[in-house]
């Protein structure tokens, strides 16, 4: 069995956050990429990864993707705000 170290990453949105995907067609896998000013992540499966894998995960991270937009949601109507919510094109400011 191969050694495998265990990470945590965190990506602390700061003034310019966004979140994109490259997508390739039948090509290669898709990628997802979120960055702010000061750093980045991006996500995609490796060539192992058998392809209902990949789609499981991708499916499970929609599903908490919608939980953290509803909570933020609930988070944000705690608040007043002045600031508009911008649009979500998927491409940065």
């Known amino acids: 069995m191969p050694n495998r170290i265990a990470a945590s990453m965190n ?19 898709p990628i997802l990429a979120m960055q702010d000013e000061h750093a980045s992540l991006t996500v995609s499966a490796n060539s192992s ?10 499916r499970e991270l929609v ?4 939980r953290y937009a509803a909570a933020v949601e609930t988070y944000a109507a705690g608040h007043s705000t002045t600031e ?6 998927g491409e940065p400011a």
Not at 84 to 89: G, I, M, V
């Open 49 to 58: 990864t058998s392809i209902a894998a990949h789609l499981r995960f991708a």
């Open 84 to 89: 508009a919510a911008p649009a979500t094109s």
């Open 63 to 66: 599903a908490a993707a919608t």
């Open 11 to 29: 990506l602390h949105l700061h003034t310019k956050p966004f979140a994109m995907c490259h997508a390739y067609g039948t090509e290669r896998t």
